[in-house]
């Protein structure tokens, strides 16, 4: 998804560098500065939530052993939990 949008972004851009004569002619920079920033501004947002994402699936991925030790010790600490894994 955001690369599709990070392709849409440099399409126009090139497309303002291709033409940038016709655009300074008819003074048409307002107009395409407008496009390009909402496209920019989509592709930000998209990136900030990848970086959400990513960051809490990592937060998750280091904070599971962690979670299982403890889990583990507070499952052994009762001593009838201890016989019946013990019973297995």
Do not use: C, G, H
Request: charged fraction near 20%; proline fraction near 2%; charge should be neutral.
């Amino acid at each position: 998804m955001v690369m599709r949008n990070v392709t849409v972004a440099n399409y126009f851009q090139l497309q303002v560098l291709q033409a940038i004569r016709i655009i300074k002619i008819f003074a048409w920079e307002t107009s395409w500065e407008d496009k390009i920033l909402v496209l920019r501004d989509i592709e930000l947002k998209e990136l900030r939530n990848n970086f959400i994402y990513l960051t809490m699936f990592d937060l998750l991925w280091m904070a599971s052993p962690i979670l299982v030790a403890i889990v583990s010790v507070s499952t052994l600490r009762d001593p009838s939990s201890v016989l019946a894994i013990l019973m297995l």
